[in-house]
């Protein structure tokens, strides 16, 4: 702080059951290459609740979110996932306009009450098979993989086998959600805050940088995010997806260090702080020391927020870091 086919004969069909079209497809003997293979469905996963964050992502991101139905037995399901993997203009629409949830669904008797509801007719079309909601949890589209397919002459030695890279990214462009203004959406903040009297918590950021999304990871979670609510309109500009994102980024920051840079406005628009240090931004406040200026700025710029929140929010940061380290062994 975010995670998607008629080219073999019959008879291998059969066995791979990467298109079973049978209410209830029976298991098909593993091959050593199958037994090898790493599974990408979460069997045990709670789809729904994986759904539920996936839509409140979208929602923050102005992205989509896509369901990719399918089961660990699937050939097709791992070629398809491989293709968003490694497929570069395919993984990066992926990873700049999906929020992505893998949903098991076992041997067709898991989640199908959830593919009804979302209209997703696994049963007639087999898997993998895609569903992109909008981030009201609306369905925009429900579209079978085999359109995606190459056919059988044209497979062999494609590192793809089986897809159409080109086809692929064509439906991930025409559902993928309309640019938004960043001036546009500052404006509206800056108009939100002031009915609500509030400051707006500016952050730029983009989808490769991975510290952005630690502090939005970090932002949501329970605690902190009841804390600043109650003090801020929240506000992230994409300096990649937005129009005009990048420019307004130039205009606020003046110090080298890239991004994530934050800022405190006030229901004027006015800058009252930022994460420069007069030198360089510090970004992601993970050292002690960063800590302590993130702390500073919004004391700085605070309207209703007092030092026991705003010490809360300091060793929210302090164990955030500390969890960070341990996890790597430092």
Known sequence: MPMRTLLVAPLL????????QAPTPQPAPASAQAKARPDI??????????????????????????LQWGANWCGWCHQLHDLFK???????????????VL????????????????????????VPFLTVLDASGKVLANQATSPFE??????GGDPYVGYVPAKVLEFLTAQQ??????????????????????NVLLHFG????????????????????????????????????MTGGQA????????PGGIPWTAVLGPDGAVLADSGTGQQNFGFPFEDAEIDRFITMLSKAKRHLTEPQLGELRESLLENAAASRAKQGK
């Open 13 to 20: 069909m059969a066995f791979s059951l990467a298109h079973a």
């Open 41 to 66: 469905y979460d069997t045990g996963a709670d789809a729904r609740a994986q759904i539920e964050l996936a839509l409140a992502h979208a929602k923050a991101n102005n992205t989509r979110v896509l």
């Open 86 to 100: 490694r497929n570069r203009d395919v993984s990066k629409k992926i990873t700049y306009e999906y929020e992505v």
């Open 103 to 126: 949903v098991d669904i076992g041997r067709f008797d898991k989640q199908m009450d959830l593919a009804e509801k979302y209209g997703a007719d696994l049963r007639k079309h087999g």
């Open 150 to 155: 190459k056919p059988a002459p044209d497979a």
């Open 177 to 198: 959600a309309p640019a938004q203004q960043a001036d546009t959406v500052l404006a509206s903040a800056i108009a939100r805050a002031k009915a609500e009297d509030k």
């Open 206 to 241: 983009a989808p490769w940088c991975g510290w952005c999304h630690r502090l939005e990871d970090w932002m949501a979670t329970p605690k902190v995010k009841e804390i600043l609510k109650a003090e801020f309109v929240d506000l992230k500009i994409d300096t990649d997806r």
């Open 248 to 255: 307004l980024l130039d205009k606020h920051c003046n110090e």
